[in-house]
């Protein structure tokens, strides 16, 4: 079962006018995160949202140190995990997240293991490497690529997977609190989200209900529907959303060059199903010919340098206005959540 942090909090934790005069970083939010000081930063989060069309921007993650969203999580994890003592750091990543890893372990200077599945594009091993890590690649998926870790990797590593510790989500979670403030408190009717191990959304979710305790929402306030988007080739998720079940079930033989989203067996696969329904939200499954054109098609009308994940968010958010399950004049904010260039 997924740790959670839990904090006290009322309408004097962190007030929105003392948060505007802070770092544009994500470690504005400090009080909301579980580190007072002496955070491992290179200055992730604060990512712009880019106007991409009537009523829908892009919160383009590719802005973050080395070039995705997991730099969120990475800050929060490796900052804790250092003021803990921790010696050694090891994850398994579909390549952005291992990226994210071995920066932040070398801006702590801690040794760090990442396992990839061997598919990996070279430019996610190759950074890894600059960086100092050691690698492993791995013949599978990234749940193989655990697997091999637990059974491998170095003993006194302390373990940052997904969602097998508490403060990935943590740092991911500043996505929303920033989407507040930039949005100038009113939240998007709809969020459009690529989910694999689901951290992004589930850490969103959590900040909703925490800006609830804080007075930032009003009790009763709607929050965005919640729009899970995978690939046809590997969609737990919104599997088990569309038949109705509470838990995903592993998903056998999983494909798409989306690798971000090729994660068979999320571990919090049910927490992401649970903040689709609490939300009113949905999931999309995009077939594997169409990532590419919609990745193109946002690239080319908008300047963002878009990665596949975020290439299928746009090509659900297209399915899910032509069916009218985005009504006109809703605002939309989709996320593109790394950077398209590491790909090859
Ligand atoms: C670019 C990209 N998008 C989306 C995801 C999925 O992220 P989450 O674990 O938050 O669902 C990943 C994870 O590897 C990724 O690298």
């Known amino acids: 079962m997924p740790l959670r942090v839990v904090y006290r909090l009322d309408h004097g934790t962190m007030p929105r006018k003392a948060v505007q005069g802070g770092p544009t970083s ?6 909301v995160l579980p580190l007072a000081d002496g955070e491992v930063t290179l200055s992730e989060g604060w990512t712009p949202l880019v106007p991409a069309g009537d009523d829908v921007w892009v919160k383009d993650e590719a802005r973050n140190p080395t070039g995705s969203f997991k730099a969120r999580g990475m800050s929060a994890a490796v900052s804790v995990a250092a003021a803990l003592g921790a010696r050694a750091l090891a994850a398994p990543s579909a390549g952005n997240a291992a990226g994210a890893l071995a920066a ?3 801006a702590a200077r801690l040794p760090v293991t990442v396992a990839m599945p061997d598919d990996t594009p070279r430019p996610f091993v190759e950074e890894c490497r600059l960086y100092g890590a050691e690698v492993a690649l791995v013949p599978g998926t990234i749940s193989d690529a ?4 637990r059974a491998n990797g170095p003993a006194d590593a302390f373990d940052v997977s997904t969602l097998r510790e508490p403060y990935r989500v943590e740092g991911k979670k500043t996505m929303a609190y920033e989407l507040f403030e930039q949005c100038d408190g009113v939240l998007p009717d ?3 989200y690529p989910t694999g191990g689901g951290t992004g959304l589930v850490g969103m979710w959590k900040a909703f209900g925490e800006m609830r305790a804080l007075g930032w929402l009003a009790p009763d306030a709607r929050l965005p529907r919640m729009v899970s988007v995978q ?13 109705g079940a509470e838990r995903t079930e592993p998903w056998p033989d999983p494909a798409t060059r989306a690798y971000g989203l090729r994660v068979p067996a999320p571990i919090g696969g049910f927490l992401c199903v649970r903040a689709l329904r609490e939300t009113g939200g949905t999931a999309v499954t995009v077939a594997e010919e169409a990532i590419g054109p919609a990745t193109a098609r946002l690239a080319s009308t908008t300047g963002v340098d878009v990665c596949p994940e975020g290439g299928a968010a746009w090509a659900a958010l297209e399915v899910l206005r032509d069916r009218g399950w985005i009504a006109r004049g809703e605002r ?13």
């Open 332 to 344: 939309v904010v989709l996320f593109n959540t790394g950077t398209g260039l590491k790909y090859r």
């Open 231 to 243: 690939a046809v080739g590997c969609a737990p998720v919104a599997r088990a959303f569309e038949t």
């Open 104 to 106: 932040y372990g070398a």
């Open 26 to 31: 994500l470690w504005r939010y400090q009080a």
């Open 146 to 149: 655990g697997r091999w870790l």
């Open 190 to 192: 709809v969020i459009v």
